[in-house]
């Protein structure tokens, strides 16, 4: 499907990350393929959101560094346009230290 009707769209490929992470949690290679298209998804389209979800399959890939940066990315872009969003990715870079 990512292949012939996905392609490279950024926020088609983010809803398909957020798909496979609700539907496969914990499956290993799913975040592995997860992770490819969120950092796809993350560098075409570069929104906040994107890079946030980055993050989120960084984390349950058991790799809190690479979420961090992942996170502090969606903190830089979003600068000072949204403060909820902001909060929001606070908490998660506060979750990475539990």
């Known amino acids: ?4 009707e996905i392609k490279n769209n950024a926020a088609q490929l983010h809803d398909l990350v957020i798909t496979m992470m609700r539907s496969f949690p914990e499956d290993e290679k799913v975040l592995e393929q997860a992770e490819k298209w969120a950092k796809m998804a993350a560098e075409n389209g570069g929104l906040p959101e994107y890079y946030l979800t980055l993050a989120e399959v960084y984390k349950r890939q058991d790799n809190p560094e690479k979420a961090r940066v992942a996170a502090l990315k969606a903190r830089e872009i979003v600068g000072e346009k ?4 902001k909060m929001k990715v606070d908490f998660f870079i506060e979750s990475l230290q539990g």
């Not at 499907?1 to 012939?4: A, E, I, Y």
């Open 1 to 4: 499907m990512q292949k012939s």
């Open 82 to 85: 949204d403060n909820n969003f």
